[in-house]
């Protein structure tokens, strides 16, 4: 059976957008003005719009984030630019909160964000029955793991990780930037905490290092083991970073484009998701 490998990659802005589709990506995710992940990434309805049309012309996939949780104050807002986005021409909108699913929207892919933590076939199923067309998967799953996620929901899109940064917590799961201060990484504010420096003390008081980055963790980079997740089910391959500049998005997306062309040339089974 023939399938489709898709290279997702992540738009700041317009140009990044651009940048994304002219260096080989076959999809692009982008922030809408609201309730997406990554609150300094937001882009109006008019410039997503133009991203799309962009895209389009590439056969280029544009999934637009909505991807924090929603107070219900929030709801007639987000559902509002929901379909303000699906008007513009996206093909997917990334969710976490479930009331998109009660919305009646018109007719639009909704994808389980990776905040929804999903590392299990349960979980996968309980997703996929309610009505998602892809899940992103936490950036913890093993192989394993990804592929009885695979396995237990055959007709669901398998969007994976392969770079970028990664949180040392459960994505969705972390709660240490709002106990810190009022910004919640669940609204999209994240205060990036575990970023910062800090000192490790034993049980006694003494200080065993000073000023070490002990909760960051190196980026991911998983371009020598395409191979390896597209016989665990992965569809899409999704590269971190929207919060990244353009030079980051042209380099990244180049070197993916070139890894994943190289695994679709030596097999018979794979074929490149915008032809």
């Not at 898709?6 to 738009?11: F, G, N, S, T």
């Not at 799309?52 to 929030?74: I, K, M, P, Q």
């Not at 936490?138 to 398998?158: K, N, Q, S």
């Not at 917590?169 to 669940?186: D, H, I, K, T, V």
Request: glycine share 8%; hydrophobic share 45%; aromatic share 6%.
């Amino acid at each position: 059976m023939m399938k489709t490998v898709e290279l997702l990659a992540p738009a700041k802005d317009f140009a990044s957008a651009v940048a994304a589709v002219d260096y080989g990506a076959d999809a692009v995710y982008i922030g809408g003005a609201k309730f997406g992940a990554r609150q300094a990434a937001g882009n109006s309805v008019e410039e997503i719009a133009r991203v799309a049309e962009y895209a389009h012309r590439f056969g280029v996939r544009v999934h637009a984030a909505l991807n924090t949780l929603l107070w219900d104050s929030e709801l007639e807002a987000a559902e509002r630019q929901a379909r303000e986005l699906i008007a513009a021409g996206i093909d997917a909108l990334i969710v976490q909160d479930t009331a998109f699913l009660r919305m009646d929207l018109p007719p639009v892919e909704l994808h389980a964000s990776t905040q929804m933590c999903t590392m299990t076939p349960d979980r996968a199923r309980f997703w996929s029955d309610a009505g998602f067309s892809r899940i992103i998967l936490e950036r913890a799953a093993t192989l394993a793991e990804i592929r009885g996620i695979a396995d237990a929901v055959p007709d669901t899109g398998i969007e994976a990780f392969v770079h970028g940064a990664i949180c040392v917590a459960y994505s969705g799961q972390c709660y240490l930037s709002r106990s810190m201060s009022p910004r919640s990484g669940n609204r999209g504010a994240c205060l990036q905490a575990c970023r910062l420096p800090y000192d490790l003390v034993d049980e006694n008081g003494k200080r065993l290092m000073s000023g070490k980055h002990l909760l960051s963790l190196r980026d991911l980079n998983l371009s020598q083991h395409l191979d390896d997740m597209a016989n665990a089910g992965v569809s899409s391959f999704k590269i971190e970073g929207r919060l990244k500049d353009i030079n980051y998005v042209r380099n990244v997306v180049g070197w993916y484009r070139n890894r994943l062309d190289g695994l679709i040339a030596g097999r018979s089974d794979l074929r490149r998701a915008s032809q």
